[in-house]
């Protein structure tokens, strides 16, 4: 019997198969839950599974992989055992594909590759394989170290094999550090908070994944400088327990605070035992370089929020960060601060876009951590602006009239101006149809090299684009 069961982390690009997969892995469960599937979202599941002659238990955590998962690295938390990267056979590695290598490589875990949506016909799962070696991933069947395994979480196909092998490489790399006792139930206390909220009837709900030791109500405990005494431990099915141990996930009620997600658990009193390591200050120190850029910054998630403060530049000045909505409000402070507005996995309302745009404040939004971090990164080093977009004006399509062999687009422009060069991308309501670039502009009879609001002009793009009346232009830079 497998004592503690290796907490798991299942990564990729968005759409790949994550959480269907994690769906199948869950029907798999051999273990017969009392409360008939009144299953509560704790941010982490177990399942049991029949495993060389024995039940084997593994815990998957399900909060947002990436953000979780960085944050955690950036406190220098190890939750994750071992990491499951998801690939799409169809599709092939994606940016947050590579994000997640890269975040997989940092932490120093091992993985396994799943290629999911094997049961498509386009499934291209040897295409797949050249694609890693290129990210440096060697997968087994090439030769190399990284176990991979083909999946499919709609038919069911060896999903029970791929926690066969959670379990295999779960013994391959971790049987040493139980033989020699460091992890063991009477071991302080070690856990890692993967998620954290207030509630209005319960006040702070926190659910740890236990790395080491035992935890259990009444215990004084601490969370970075959150401190608390155990009221209850809530399992995922929803069951109050006394106590839970290495690899469990239970929600804690009794903290006086939210905790941080990645903050480590400790009881009071207790001693480090190195194994998941001790947190760094969670504030960067002025380090007395000046800071050269005063930033906003909003992101969809605490999680996501705080994994992007955790690896800011130094020399980045935040002046504000929070999760929700970037409001007018914010444009304005970022305007008298001289700040930009960065935005994590956030829809910009176009109306927020033109007023931003209005009063002159950089406002951009990212789906990848790594290019936030990069493109602030150029920033910093002086490339100015370069590879940020700035939006010179907004313009919207009027008429259409042949031209030669093409068409001339009949515009008017509602902020900013178009010029002629400029780079143009053209929006149906929030979607993109595409990017061109403006190549001649009239207004009336006249060459003219540029539009102003509430100017009509005519323009010519290339390359064409299949636009309609009512599409949306920006001009960007
Ligand atoms: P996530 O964003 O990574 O969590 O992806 P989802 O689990 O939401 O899956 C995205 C889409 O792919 C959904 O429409 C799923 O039904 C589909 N999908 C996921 N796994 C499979 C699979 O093994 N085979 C097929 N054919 N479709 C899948």
Known sequence: MNTFPPVVSVLGHVDHGKTTLLDAIRKSNIANREHGGITQKIGASSVEVSHEGGISRI??????????????????ARVADIGVLVIAANDGVMPQTKESIQLLKNANIPYIVAFTKSDLPEAQIEKVKQQLLKEDVIVDSLGGEVP???????????VKELLDLILLVFEMNYAQEKEVGKVS?????EAVVIESKLDPKSGSRATIVIKNGTISVKDMVGAGSVKGKVRSLVTESGKMVNSATIGD??????????????????????????????????????????????LILVADTQGSLEAILYSLPERVNVILSKTGDVSEADVIMAKSTGAIILTFNLKLKPDLQKFALLEKVLLKNYAIIYELLDELGDV???KALAGMEQLYGAARIQAV??????????????????????????????????ESSVVSLRQGKEIASKAEKNQEAGILISPFLDFSIGDVILSHS
């Open 59 to 76: 815990t998957f955590i399900d909060t947002p992989g990436h953000e979780a998962f960085s944050s955690m690295r950036g406190r220098g």
């Open 185 to 189: 139930e009477n071991s302080p206390l």
């Open 148 to 158: 991979s395994i083909e999946v499919s979480a709609k038919s069911g196909h060896n």
């Open 380 to 382: 910093i080093e002086g």
């Open 401 to 434: 009239f042949p031209f030669e062999k093409t068409q001339v687009l009949g515009i008017k422009v509602m902020e900013g101006r178009i010029a002629k060069g400029d780079k143009i991308r053209i929006m149906r309501d929030d979607i993109v149809i595409g």
């Open 249 to 294: 996930a239970v929600e804690v009620l009794g903290f006086e605070g939210v905790p941080s997600v990645g903050s480590i658990v400790r009881k009071e009193g207790e001693k480090e035992t190195g194994l998941v390591e001790a947190p760094k200050a969670v504030k960067k120190q002025a380090s007395g370089e000046e800071k050269l850029i005063s």
